[in-house]
């Protein structure tokens, strides 16, 4: 004779009442199903966030001349949307769990309400930071907003999920995008030299000028509006633990005007430990790669 489960197991939709969104996991012990239930519960919202988000890609072309900013925003919104469902988590509650003769069945349930007051607070915040930022009227910072919004966007997936609406904000993709285009059109040149740089460290500095929408030449040249030295140096630290080493590579990036005079200045000390110099230089440069497209703006090149 089959075993008689609990309604909730087979119809958790028609379970829960209208204020909450339900799901159902399944698994060996306890944790394990209520672990299956918030993840059953979080895959309705990366299902429904990441078909949004193909759709808005195809929709959505942004570029730049070198096809660079393309590239970082559809990084940052891959990390952002992963980011929205891993925080959905956080609300979740399990309510039931029942043991059956060989499973055990968990309950989880997101009250709608309270998790889109929280949504709209987040949203709120972000709006708060994107002000800031144009108000600032730097391309550097149009292009942080614009990847703060992408933040706020996919928060806004999740509210939408709950309530079938979206929350509007104060900011759209086509007002900060013709920003960064005013910028673009001023077709502002950079010298980018170097002083004993690693090619891949100046290949990203060369990366992050380009996505601002800056021409850059990295030959000797007279014809430029700004110039920009990047320097770079290691030195290797005492550490006494065998088979390791530990070193600090500081990298400083100065600008200025065609008449040498100086308007920015980036300084960099990052420490780093490992088996051998170039896994310590690997390793610095991860968090190089971390801090430089948030530092280029104090270069102040407009």
Not at 79 to 97: M, P, R, Y
Not at 279 to 286: K, M, P, S, T, V
Request: proline letters at 1%.
């Amino acid at each position: 004779m089959a075993e008689d489960l609990p309604k909730w197991v087979d119809s958790p939709f028609q379970y829960c009442s209208s204020k909450y969104l339900c799901a159902v996991g399944e698994g060996t012990g306890k944790l394990v199903a209520e672990a299956s239930a918030r993840n059953e519960l979080a895959k309705i919202f990366k299902v429904e966030i990441s078909g949004r988000s193909q759709f808005e890609q195809s929709e959505t072309s942004v570029t730049s001349t070198n096809g660079g900013l393309q590239g970082q925003v559809n990084s940052a919104q891959n990390t952002f949307l992963k980011e929205s469902v891993d925080e959905v988590l956080e609300g979740i509650e399990i309510t039931e769990v029942y043991k059956s003769d060989d499973s055990f069945f968990a309950l989880a349930r997101l009250n709608k309400r309270s998790a889109s007051d929280r949504f709209k607070r987040q949203m709120n915040s972000l709006d708060d930071e994107i002000k800031v930022l144009m108000d600032q009227n730097k391309r550097s910072s149009f292009f942080k907003a614009y990847k703060i919004l992408l933040k706020r966007e996919a928060v806004n997936q999740r509210y939408h999920i709950l309530n079938q609406n979206y929350y509007s904000g104060r900011y759209s993709k086509r007002s900060i995008l013709s920003k960064l285009e005013e910028k673009k059109e001023k077709n502002i040149l950079v010298y980018l030299s170097q002083d004993n740089v690693p090619k891949d460290w100046e290949y990203l500095v060369l990366e992050g000028l380009l996505n601002l929408g800056y021409r850059v030449r990295t030959e000797q040249t007279n014809k430029y509006q700004f110039k920009i030295k990047i320097q770079f140096d290691k030195s290797k630290q005492h550490l006494k633990v065998k088979g390791f080493e530990k070193w600090k590579f500081s990298i400083n990036l100065v600008s200025s005007t065609k008449e040498n005079g100086k308007i920015g200045q980036i300084n960099l000390e990052i420490f780093q430990t490992g088996r051998s110099l170039e896994q310590c230089l690997n390793g610095a440069f991860e968090q190089f790669k971390e801090k430089i497209d948030d530092k280029l703006g104090e270069l102040t090149l407009d």
